[in-house]
């Protein structure tokens, strides 16, 4: 089987002060370097698509993974309107070979290879597999047109996360249906539930988390110089 990473690294910015988010250094090294370092490191990925608006910048920074790693096959491609738009541009990018699609933000720089193989793993296993993390905030749903409707069992809930894992063929028939359907989602293991397939969730734990302010970089960063001082 090969597995092909694609690394979404398209956003704006916009919540971060329009700040190039996968620049942004933890510790003297930028979040890019750090997801390139994981994927490389995993020891399914064959290729790694990197989809952003900057091939040069982001170029630079792989060259030395590119060198490093010379059986994983490098791909630069432009970003797309939406996170859909992106992901289904990466994921058309990868190889004609590929069976494997592995769709991750940029912007979570703290994913391990291990947890790489997991999701690999239970992909393999089930077609489809996602990262995620347990809901430890109680949650409310609140229509502003109605009130407040109702609060979930926090038992039953789950946050999100990347990478997404997917068999290739599964992706594409899904956003097939998503396009035909004209729904957009902004995740992609809901396109797939949507379509008819089971997705299968992976605890990649809290640390995994998404940096869209600038306080989540402030707490990257402390997390980094703990992790250097042997603290955590």
């Known amino acids: 089987m090969r597995v092909s990473a694609v690394i979404l690294g398209a956003g704006s910015g916009t919540r971060m002060g329009k700040v190039l988010k996968p620049f942004i250094k933890l510790g003297g090294v930028t979040l890019f370097e750090m997801v390139l370092e994981a994927f490389c490191s995993s020891k399914y990925i064959d290729e790694i698509v990197v ?46 070979k590929t069976d494997i699609v592995a769709v991750h933000d940029c912007a979570r720089p703290f994913i391990t290879a291990t947890q790489i193989d997991s999701l690999v793993e239970e992909c393999l296993a089930t077609g489809a597999a996602c990262a995620c993390t347990a809901v430890t905030d109680t949650i409310k749903y609140n229509n502003k047109d109605v009130g407040m409707v109702y609060t979930p069992e926090r038992k039953y809930l789950l946050a999100v996360q990347t990478p997404q894992v997917f068999l290739k063929k599964v992706y594409i028939a899904s956003y097939g249906v998503s396009v035909k359907d004209e729904v957009e989602f902004t995740d992609e293991s809901s396109m797939v539930e949507r379509a008819g397939f089971k997705v299968s969730y992976v605890d990649c734990g809290s640390e995994n988390m998404k940096l869209t302010t600038e306080y989540d970089v402030t707490m990257a960063k402390a997390i980094v110089s703990l992790k250097k001082q042997g603290k955590i």
Not at 69 to 89: E, M, Q, V
């Open 51 to 96: 989809v952003s608006n900057f091939e040069d910048k982001f170029r630079e920074k792989a060259q030395p993974f590119a060198e490093k790693y010379p059986n994983i096959n490098f791909i630069y491609s432009k970003g797309g309107k939406t996170r859909a738009d992106s992901s289904f541009t990466g994921v058309k990018a990868t190889g004609r």
